[in-house]
């Protein structure tokens, strides 16, 4: 009889040291490159009680076949923040784990955590310990829409206690800069070899004369009012045919503003040959018939602008012949 209670109390003494000297979870896998890429099996690892550590894993669906957008996006930016708290903690102090776990490879736990949709964030902290929470529950976080590093690590500090964490480090973007650099050399060779060629076009008056009249002409026949207001191209008159012109001054349609612009460009372009080509015709009979023309223009456009105007407002008073 004495025996036995000897070696029933060597196998307690044996069990509690085989228990203490046995690794946590945190133990485990705080040294392995994070984040974790979790199982089933090692998601309840890490995430089961007691555990005197935090632990931060993604829900993911990485696979195209989910068309997960945000999924994809994220995971650069989820792998950065765990490599650099794992780079800033490499004793561990914080005792934080990062775990990636992904559809395929946890269906149950999506079920278990009645999930519709993906990435979720869950955090899980303590249930034992100094930092441990009353209930152990984790906390869950949705992404409705993109999300940064920097946004996730400002998070997971608010959950925990306040201390000098590890700082998220970004590494150079050597492909911008070279992408950048290379767009400077070649838009200064361009413009190096094009100068003698672009220069003379760039300095043409009549160029610019041309497009100053074209940006006037579109902006004052209305073009911006019909983006503001996204205006119908054209409506029916309720007899099979089609208006044109909308009634009163603050109502327009798109054909409206075209034609507005062309009668206006005709206008423009009539008043131009009319003062500067005219005179410049050394034959005067030439000259002659040319004024009579663009003088006739101007009138007869002149007119059927003004019946415009009564189309839009019957009570507009002016008008000129023939229209």
């Given at each position: 009889m004495r025996v036995l209670q000897v070696l029933a109390v060597a196998a307690l003494s044996i069990s509690s040291v085989i228990a203490k000297k046995s690794p946590s979870a945190f133990d485990v896998y705080h040294k392995?490159?994070?984040?974790?890429?979790?199982?089933?099996?090692?998601?309840?690892?890490?995430?089961?009680?007691?555990?005197?550590?935090?632990?931060?894993?993604?829900?993911?669906?990485?696979?195209?076949?989910?068309?997960?957008?945000?999924?994809?996006?994220?995971?650069?930016?989820?792998?950065?923040?765990?490599?650099?708290?794992?780079?800033?903690?490499?004793?561990?102090?914080?005792?934080?784990?990062?775990?990636?776990?992904?559809?395929?490879?946890?269906?149950?736990?999506?079920?278990?955590?009645?999930?519709?949709?993906?990435?979720?964030?869950?955090?899980f902290p303590p249930t034992t310990g100094a930092n441990a929470s009353p209930d152990g529950q984790p906390v869950r976080f949705d992404f409705l829409g993109p999300q940064s590093a920097e946004g996730i690590h400002a998070w997971l500090q608010r959950h925990m206690p306040p201390s000098e964490y590890p700082q998220l480090s970004r590494p150079f973007n050597w492909s911008k800069l070279i992408t950048t650099v290379t767009i400077i050399l070649g838009v200064f060779t361009f413009g190096t070899v094009a100068y003698p060629y672009i220069m003379p076009v760039i300095q043409n008056r009549n160029l610019w004369a041309v497009l100053s009249l074209i940006m006037v002409l579109v902006f004052t026949s209305g073009h911006m009012y019909n983006h503001i207001r996204k205006v119908p191209y054209v409506t029916g008159n309720g007899k099979g045919g089609i208006t044109y012109f909308a009634g009163g001054f603050s109502n327009q349609f798109g054909i409206e503003t075209q034609i507005i612009a062309a009668v206006y460009a005709v206008l423009s372009f009539a008043t131009i040959s009319l003062g500067l080509k005219v005179p410049r015709m050394k034959d005067a009979r030439t000259q002659q018939i040319a004024a009579i023309i663009w003088s006739s223009v101007i009138f007869g456009m002149y007119s059927f602008l003004m019946s415009l105007f009564r189309i839009k407002n019957g009570g507009y008073p002016f008008w000129l012949p023939p229209f």
């Amino acid at each position: 009889m004495r025996v036995l209670q000897v070696l029933a109390v060597a196998a307690l003494s044996i069990s509690s040291v085989i228990a203490k000297k046995s690794p946590s979870a945190f133990d485990v896998y705080h040294k392995k490159q994070s984040p974790i890429t979790l199982t089933e099996q090692t998601h309840d690892e890490i995430t089961s009680a007691p555990r005197d550590y935090y632990a931060a894993v993604l829900l993911t669906a990485l696979d195209a076949k989910y068309a997960c957008g945000i999924c994809r996006e994220f995971q650069p930016e989820w792998d950065l923040l765990a490599k650099s708290w794992q780079k800033g903690d490499k004793k561990g102090e914080h005792r934080l784990l990062f775990g990636t776990l992904d559809f395929d490879q946890g269906r149950n736990v999506f079920v278990k955590h009645q999930l519709q949709t993906a990435p979720v964030l869950f955090f899980f902290p303590p249930t034992t310990g100094a930092n441990a929470s009353p209930d152990g529950q984790p906390v869950r976080f949705d992404f409705l829409g993109p999300q940064s590093a920097e946004g996730i690590h400002a998070w997971l500090q608010r959950h925990m206690p306040p201390s000098e964490y590890p700082q998220l480090s970004r590494p150079f973007n050597w492909s911008k800069l070279i992408t950048t650099v290379t767009i400077i050399l070649g838009v200064f060779t361009f413009g190096t070899v094009a100068y003698p060629y672009i220069m003379p076009v760039i300095q043409n008056r009549n160029l610019w004369a041309v497009l100053s009249l074209i940006m006037v002409l579109v902006f004052t026949s209305g073009h911006m009012y019909n983006h503001i207001r996204k205006v119908p191209y054209v409506t029916g008159n309720g007899k099979g045919g089609i208006t044109y012109f909308a009634g009163g001054f603050s109502n327009q349609f798109g054909i409206e503003t075209q034609i507005i612009a062309a009668v206006y460009a005709v206008l423009s372009f009539a008043t131009i040959s009319l003062g500067l080509k005219v005179p410049r015709m050394k034959d005067a009979r030439t000259q002659q018939i040319a004024a009579i023309i663009w003088s006739s223009v101007i009138f007869g456009m002149y007119s059927f602008l003004m019946s415009l105007f009564r189309i839009k407002n019957g009570g507009y008073p002016f008008w000129l012949p023939p229209f």
